[in-house]
C-alpha cells in the first residue's frame, strides 16, 4: 500500500504559535522534568492506545507542559515485551542526542501521579500539519529522520508522528514501539531509500557506533539495563549496515513497511 503524497505548500511560521519553554535548551528542559515536580494533570490523550496524559511541571521557575506516559498504562504489541515502551522511549532520547541530531524532545522516567513513567516535553504545534502536509525543503530534516528510526528500528512512524514547532523545526514523537531485535521499520518516510547517506549523517552514525562498542557514554548503562542482549546486538548490526551500505534502507520484505493508519 502507497502512503499519500505530501503536499507541495509547507506552513509558515506564523500559522501555529510558539511556546515559552522552548526558549529552554534540551539539556535545560531534561533538567526540569526530571526535578520537576507534577502538579497538575490537564489532561488525558485517549486517541492513543496506552495511557498518556498532558502535565505541568514546575522547575523552580520554569513551567514546562509535557507528556507522561505511565508504565502501568501501556498496551504493548505481542511482539514488545510488557512494561519496556517508557524505556524505549527514553531510549530513543538518549540515541538522537547522542547522534547530535536533537530529533526527539527532552524525556525521562521518573515517577508521576501513577508511577513511574516517561514524560517527554511537550512541543506547540499546529495538528493539522504532518509529514504529508510537508514539501522538499524539510528533506534535510526528513533525511535525518530516517537514519534515526533505522537505527532504533522504529515500528511505528506515522505521518503525525513529526511535529513542526514555531520555528520550523520538526520533532519526533513515540517511540515506545522501537529497539526490537528482529526486523520491525515501519515508517512513512520511504522517498529516500537506496539513495546515499549524507557525510555528515555518516560521520555521526560512526560516533554513535563508537559509543556503544567502547560503551563511552553514560546513557549506554541505562540501554544495557534496558534492552536484552539480542536487541543490543541488532541494534549495533542496524549501524554497521549504514555505515558499510552507505544508502538509506528499503523495506526489508519482511512484514508491512508502513505503519496503520499512516496519519
Not at 62 to 81: H, I, M, N
Not at 147 to 171: E, P, S, T, Y
Not at 231 to 248: D, M, N, P, Y
Request: charged share 20%; aromatic share 10%.
Amino acid at each position: 500500500m502507497n502512503p499519500p503524497d505530501r503536499f507541495s505548500s509547507p506552513p509558515t511560521p506564523d500559522e501555529h504559535s510558539g511556546s515559552p519553554q522552548r526558549s529552554l535548551s534540551i539539556y535545560e528542559a531534561e533538567c526540569a522534568l526530571a526535578s520537576g515536580t507534577i502538579a497538575d494533570v490537564q489532561g488525558v490523550m485517549r486517541w492513543g492506545s496506552n495511557y498518556a496524559a498532558l502535565v505541568s511541571i514546575y522547575d523552580g521557575d520554569k513551567v514546562l507542559t509535557a507528556v507522561y506516559k505511565p508504565q502501568r498504562g501501556e498496551r504493548s504489541l505481542w511482539d514488545f515485551p510488557d512494561g519496556t515502551l517508557c524505556y524505549r522511549e527514553v531510549l530513543a532520547y538518549h540515541v538522537s542526542q547522542a547522534l547530535g541530531w536533537e530529533l526527539v524532545p527532552a524525556t525521562v522516567l521518573r515517577d508521576g501521579p501513577h508511577g513511574i513513567g516517561s514524560v517527554q516535553l511537550f512541543i506547540e504545534h499546529d495538528p493539522a500539519i504532518n509529514f504529508f502536509t510537508l514539501d522538499d525543503s524539510f528533506n534535510d530534516q526528513l533525511q535525518r529522520f530516517a537514519a534515526f528510526d533505522a537505527v532504533i528500528n522504529n515500528a511505528d512512524r506515522k505521518g503525525g508522528h513529526l511535529l513542526l514547532d514555531a520555528q520550523n523545526k520538526l520533532w519526533g514523537i513515540d517511540h515506545g514501539l522501537a529497539f526490537h531485535s528482529a526486523p520491525k521499520l515501519r515508517t512513512v518516510i520511504w522517498e529516500f531509500e537506496r539513495q546515499p547517506i549524507p557525510e555528515p549523517l555518516l560521520e555521526s552514525l560512526a560516533s554513535l557506533q563508537n559509543d556503544i562498542l567502547c560503551k563511552a557514554a553514560p546513557w549506554i548503562d541505562l540501554m544495557q539495563s534496558w534492552l536484552s542482549a539480542n536487541e543490543i546486538s541488532a541494534l549495533v548490526r542496524r549501524i554497521e549496515k549504514l555505515l558499510t551500505t552507505r544508502v538509506f534502507p528499503s523495506p526489508s520484505g519482511h512484514g508491512p513497511s508502513y505503519p496503520w493508519p499512516p496519519v
